[in-house]
C-alpha cells in the first residue's frame, strides 16, 4: 500500500496557517486589553497586583 502525502502535506499546512492566525489574534486582544486597563490603573495610582486582584475577585 502506497499513501499520498499530498493531502496530509496541504491539511497540515492549513492547520498552522490557522493556528498562526488565532495566536496573533489573541495577542491583539491581550494588547488592546492591557493598554485599556493600563489608562485606567494609572488614573487609579494603582500598582499591578492591586488593580488585577480587583479585577480577578469582581467575577
Do not use: K, N
Amino acid at each position: 500500500m502506497l499513501f499520498d502525502l499530498s493531502g496530509v502535506t496541504a491539511l497540515s499546512i492549513v492547520i498552522v496557517v490557522i493556528a498562526a492566525a488565532a495566536s496573533l489574534t489573541a495577542l491583539a486582544s491581550i494588547a488592546v486589553s492591557l493598554t485599556r486597563h493600563h489608562r485606567v490603573r494609572l488614573a487609579r495610582h494603582q500598582s499591578i497586583p492591586a488593580y488585577y486582584r480587583r479585577l480577578t475577585l469582581a467575577h
